[in-house]
């Protein structure tokens, strides 16, 4: 795959528009659609994980020229034989400057004996699928994790940022979804989240630390400071209102 | 052991001694300086001293000044205080060469670097503002390395010797090899020492109090005929295998490495000397925890620390006439630490930090002072310094490490300046008078802006630096007298100083500590104000019949502005000798007591009282001249004779000192 990658990007014309500016950008998957479009898969890196994973589509016309106005939008659904369902999306919108449709998924459990990941990317309305292997977390992490909150919700709180966390302040990122239904996960965004970090095997934490606040679709920014590395343990405390929905959602790092 | 006195002024400088008849060191200008030489004899009577001091550790000299307390954290390295100022407050040079130790626990000293083998002498400054080593708030200690010597017809000298203690089975070798001639001059030598565990009273064994070490150094010195001197030094130290009963954890090795060139220019009157110097040290050390017994290792962990220096100094020497003699010095240095930790939990990922996240500091200063005397009874010495203090982060991961803790720009930049004015008087050939003022200032050091968590053993907290932190200052007065005639000499000093600005710890509510088991987390803060008291005593009496009586004594105590001890302070000590000196043969008895140190603050700075203690020492040395060697000398003592159980206020931890000790040196020098 690497091999034709490398021939279609020899082919190209000088008109350089079939490869995405980015060039650090990682093929997972390519199809053509049946008008003939070829919807190309990208991500940030060789394996999708569970946690949630930035992906990206390049749309190309069969003459070669770069669509930049369709719609696009992605479903994800996980057959397990005797039920299916869905995860949380954040869905596609295209980006100029990288010529890419960026959007996310939050692959909630990884492939294998359990069932199959498939992720249907429609194109304004013609639909591609495409068959994705997930592989589970490294050791010692937990990117993405599932809650039963208090109010008896299904809850998702998926790390966003740091993927490359470093020592000292970072910027921290989570994304919080909530199951309406096995096919719809929409964004929670009236939380009030405490972040609490600590080191599992020192039992201490670290100073500094901003709690996330919502900035919009289920995203919540705050910093997290990493006074060493090692495994870090993120607890965080949702509530809505004077509710506690969730006392201690959990994630865990390792750098 | 080893016997010093206090020198107040030096009236005449070009000769090699003062109108009172005493030996002055030479190319000194520092009032109210010290010099300890375990190498030459002070009084023509106790020459047995350089022998046995060949061989003692070099903190055992400094023990024996006025004025200095060793904090003890071990059978190995303590570390200097003078009048209980320790650390950034005073500087500690080798060779007037600026050496950092890399160790966070300040297990490494600059002193444990030196051994009395390499030793020419010791010169121990109490004024600020004419220590020419560097800022600081109560002077400094610079260690004068062995210096070859330039000889009419050349000649091989040398020397070898051996010596044994019965508490820790401790052994030492050391050797020393010198040609002179008349263009040409070096001197090489090493030693090796080595102890098991000591004992404390009882025979307590203490355990971790191991040591391993051996030291080397060489000079050379080359004469450029007309236009002067070239010398080239070189120090290498290694300790192996150290254990610190104080603390939690022991050292694997640390190790030195010092190198100095330099350009030495004296004219035909002796009236111009300058000498001009470049310098690089590395200092390598590491923590170990793995010869502790498992249960008491909360968590194994790798501590490296690295220091490494380089700098240079040009010092110019004018002696315009007999009234007017002037020292004008330019240095600098860059001085870059490095140390880290890396825990390796039972289950999980290791964990990595930095201790010290790569501070660097630089340094320029330049120092000026004059002597004039007026007459020949008074003399007016001003001194003055003015330095320029550079502190950075030098490493990007460590800036980010530090940006969680620290928000904001990382450097530090400051002026410093100090000065002093002192005046001596000399009524008559018996008595000498001083008076000084003077004004210390520092930076604070790097461990005391940059730390992350540190864990200080005396207070069981953690430290965290502080990038904002202000210097320490301080005004200084002392006051001093001295006596002396065939039979009695006698002196004493007097000093308070006024301290603005003290650094300490102040307690960081809702931080979690990183050492298990530590009472919390403490930031480096800037106290208003501290003040800090005490004199120092000496009397000497020759009693006839090669009797001699000496009381060395000292005393300091210190409280910050709201009244509370300050830590770290030793209470009255005296060291009381009485020397028996016959034909080439010299006995000595010595007490030493310290006094109960009950001022203290516990809620403060976590120290707590320590009881009074007085040990008995015992020496006997002797010299026999054997035909084709020079000299052979042979040292038998008994340390603590009465087998006292006993510990000083300054040892941390207050692990007992040794018990009774059977010493026995020898030395061939041919």
Redesign the interface.
């Known amino acids: 795959m690497l091999l034709a990658a490398l021939l279609s990007f020899a082919s190209c014309s000088k008109n350089n528009d079939n490869a995405p500016t980015q060039t650090e950008k990682i093929r997972i998957a390519e199809k053509t659609s049946s008008t003939g479009m070829l919807v190309t898969l990208w991500a940030d890196k060789q394996d999708l994980t569970v946690a949630w994973n930035q992906l990206y589509v390049s749309l190309r016309n069969s003459d070669g020229s770069i669509v930049t106005n369709a719609k696009v939008s992605f479903a994800p659904v996980m057959d397990m034989t005797a039920m299916k369902h869905s995860a949380p999306v954040e869905q596609p919108l295209y980006t100029p400057d990288k010529e890419l449709y960026k959007g996310a998924v939050v692959f909630s459990m990884p492939s294998g004996q359990m069932g199959a990941w498939t992720l249907t990317v429609t194109v304004d309305g013609e639909p591609v699928i495409f068959a994705l292997d997930i592989k589970a977390a490294p050791a010692n992490t937990k990117s993405t994790a599932t809650f039963t909150g208090s109010d008896g919700g299904y809850y998702t709180v998926s790390l966003v940022q740091p993927l490359t966390p470093r020592m000292g302040m970072n910027d921290l990122e989570v994304l919080v979804n909530r199951r309406q239904d096995m096919m719809n996960f929409p964004p929670v965004e009236d939380l009030a989240i405490e972040l609490i970090p600590e080191m599992p095997s020192m039992g201490h934490g670290s100073p500094n630390n901003v709690n996330p606040i919502h900035t919009g679709k289920g995203r919540y920014r705050g910093k997290v400071n990493f006074t060493m590395t090692g495994d870090w343990r993120l607890h965080f405390k949702l509530k809505r209102g004077n509710m506690v929905i969730m006392e201690d959602a959990a994630l865990d790092l390792l750098f | 052991m080893v016997i010093c006195w206090l020198t107040f002024t030096t009236i005449s400088y070009a000769q090699p001694v003062d109108s009172a008849g005493r030996d002055l060191p030479s190319r000194t200008l520092l009032l109210n300086e010290v010099a300890i030489r375990p190498g030459r004899d002070i009084y023509e009577e106790a020459k047995d001293t350089r022998q046995k001091s060949l061989q003692e550790m070099t903190d055992k000299i400094l023990e024996y000044t006025p004025g200095i307390s060793m904090i003890r954290r071990g059978n190995f390295a303590m570390e200097p205080t003078i009048r209980s100022l320790n650390s950034g407050q005073i500087t500690m040079t080798i060779d007037g060469m600026r050496v950092f130790g890399a160790c966070t626990d300040k297990m490494d000293p600059i002193s444990s670097y030196v051994e009395p083998n390499n030793l020419e002498s010791i010169s121990v400054s109490y004024d600020p503002g004419a220590n020419t080593g560097g800022s600081g708030l109560g002077g400094g200690i610079n260690f004068r390395l062995k210096e070859p010597s330039f000889r009419e017809t050349p000649k091989w000298s040398g020397r070898i010797g051996t010596g044994f203690e019965t508490n820790g089975a401790a052994v030492q070798t050391l050797g020393g090899l010198d040609y002179a001639s008349a263009d040409l001059a070096f001197q090489i030598n090493g030693i090796f020492r080595r102890s098991a565990n000591y004992k404390a009273a009882g025979g307590k064994e203490i355990g971790f109090s191991q040591y391993r070490k051996w030291n080397g150094s060489a000079s050379v010195i080359r004469s450029l005929g007309r236009t002067g001197i070239l010398k080239a030094s070189y120090l290498q130290d290694e300790g192996h295998d150290i254990g610190y009963p104080a603390l939690t954890m022991d050292v694997s090795f640390a190790k030195a490495k010092i190198a100095g060139l330099s350009y030495l220019y004296s004219n035909q009157q002796e009236s111009i000397h300058w000498e001009t110097k470049a310098y690089y040290n590395s200092i390598d050390h590491a923590m170990d925890d793995t010869n502790r017994p498992p249960e008491t290792v909360n ?1 194994h962990m790798d501590m490296p620390g690295t220091s490494t220096t380089f700098g240079g100094f040009s010092a110019l020497d004018l002696h315009l006439n007999d009234q007017h003699h002037m020292k004008i010095k330019v240095d600098g240095y860059q001085n870059k630490l490095l140390s880290s ?1 890396t ?1 390796y ?9 930095y201790t010290l996240a790569a501070p660097v500091r630089r340094n320029m200063g330049l120092h000026v002072s004059d002597v004039l005397s007026f007459g020949k009874r008074t003399m007016l010495t001003s001194s003055a310094r003015l330095e320029y203090n550079h502190d950075d982060v030098s490493d990007k ?1 460590a ?7 620290f928000p904001g720009d990382l450097t530090r930049s400051n002026v410093i300046t100090n000065f002093s004015i002192a005046l001596g008087f000399q009524p008559d050939a018996h008595w000498l008078l001083n008076a000084s003022v003077a004004r210390g200032s520092r930076a604070a050091s790097l461990q005391e802006a940059y730390a ?2 540190i864990y200080n053993r005396l207070d069981a907290y953690d430290y965290l630096g502080n990038p904002a932190l202000s210097g320490e200052s301080s005004v200084n007065f002392s006051i001093s007298s001295s006596y002396r005639n065939e039979k009695i000499e006698a002196s004493g000093n007097l000093f308070r100083y006024f301290i603005q600005d003290y650094i300490a710890g102040a307690i ?1 509510k ?5 050492t ?1 088991g530590a009472n919390g987390v403490k930031q480096y803060v800037n106290l208003p104000s501290a003040k800090l008291y005490g004199g120092e005593l000496a009397f000497k009496w020759k009693a006839g019949g090669g009797l001699v009586i000496t009381s060395l004594n000292s005393f300091t105590r210190g409280s910050d502005g709201d009244g509370l001890a300050l830590p770290l302070i030793a209470p009255l000590k005296t060291v009381n000798t009485i020397d028996y000196n016959l034909d080439k043969t010299i006995l000595r008895i010595e007490g030493i007591t310290n006094t109960t140190q009950k001022h203290v603050s516990t809620q403060r700075y976590g120290e707590t009282a320590t009881p009074a203690s007085t040990i008995l020492n015992f020496y006997i040395g002797k010299e026999f001249k054997v035909s084709s060697l020079q000299a052979l000398k042979i040292n038998l003592g008994i340390d603590n004779i009465l087998d006292e159980y006993y510990f000083q206020h300054l040892d941390i931890q207050k692990v007992a000192r040794p018990g009774r000790n059977l010493t026995y040196r020898m030395a061939v020098l041919f």
């Open positions: 968590m930790m825990m939990p039972t289950e999980g990922s290791p964990m990595f930090m991961k800036k980010e490490q530090l940006s969680g803790m992350f968590y960081l809702g931080y979690s500590t990183m298990i």
